[in-house]
T-cell receptor, first 116, second 115 residues
Framework: DSGVTQTPKHLITATGQRVTLRCSPR?????VYWYQQSLDQGLQFLIQ???????AKGNILERFSAQQFPDLHSELNLSSLELGDSALYFC???????????????FGEGSRLTVL | AQKITQTQPGMFVQEKEAVTLDCTYD???????LFWYKQPSSGEMIFLIY??????QNATEGRYSLNFQKARKSANLVISASQLGDSAMYFC????????????FGSGTKLNVKP
């Protein structure tokens, strides 16, 4: 158990709909990262937060948005869903890395989104 | 330019043999970390091994070792005595200390261990 909790684990919805994926980071971790993994593909970086502030953005579509709340949990909102949005969405958390420790990302189990 | 390059989309190895998964990286940061993750068919991401940019010795964790060649910017993963349970997707990743702690992943190598 990584300590990162993602809900829901599975989600099936229709094109044009909107969904919200939720992530609770490990206790004490201030950084949250979101990744998208389409079938048999690598991890595409979407967005990164640190202590409630957006820190870096990847190839995140305008239809997607995210935020990190004061209690450090994060939500990824996906709207006007298309078939191609079907993927496994990972949330990961870590401490703010200063180089002195390993600084690995701890991943949740992912939210598998299927758009029909 | 790609930050992390994994040139082997798929590999086969015989059980009990050693295998090397290639990874090259691109950064101008002096302080960075290199990581390998394993993703079995069940989907979870499992952290395997870490190498810091200032570490002079190659990292080892059980049957995993990281062959770090800083001048060549390569961070190959070596798995010794392969087991059937090693069949999975393997991702190389890098974290840049002075670039907002960004964390980049390669495209992955799918390893199949043959009995």
């Amino acid at each position: 158990d990584s300590g990162v909790t993602q809900t829901p684990k599975h989600l099936i919805t229709a094109t044009g709909q909107r969904v919200t994926l939720r992530c609770s980071p490990r206790s004490g971790d201030l950084s949250v990262y979101w990744y998208q993994q389409s079938l048999d593909q690598g991890l595409q970086f979407l967005i990164q937060y640190y202590n409630g502030e957006e820190r870096a953005k990847g190839n995140i579509l305008e239809r997607f948005s995210a935020q990190q709340f004061p209690d450090l949990h994060s939500e990824l909102n996906l709207s006007s869903l298309e078939l191609g949005d079907s993927a496994l969405y990972f949330c990961a958390s870590s401490v703010e890395w200063s180089g002195g420790s390993t600084g690995e990302l701890f991943f949740g189990e992912g939210s598998r989104l299927t758009v029909l | 330019a790609q930050k992390i390059t994994q040139t082997q989309p798929g590999m086969f190895v015989q059980e009990k043999e050693a295998v090397t998964l290639d990874c090259t990286y691109d950064t101008s940061d002096q302080s960075y970390g290199l990581f390998w993750y394993k993703q079995p068919s069940s989907g979870e991401m499992i952290f395997l091994i870490y190498q810091g940019s200032y570490d002079e010795q190659n990292a080892t964790e059980g049957r995993y070792s990281l062959n770090f060649q800083k001048a060549r910017k390569s961070a190959n993963l070596v798995i010794s005595a392969s087991q059937l349970g090693d069949s999975a997707m393997y991702f190389c990743a890098m974290r840049e200390l002075y670039n907002f702690n960004k964390f980049y992943f390669g495209s992955g190598t799918k390893l199949n261990v043959k009995p």
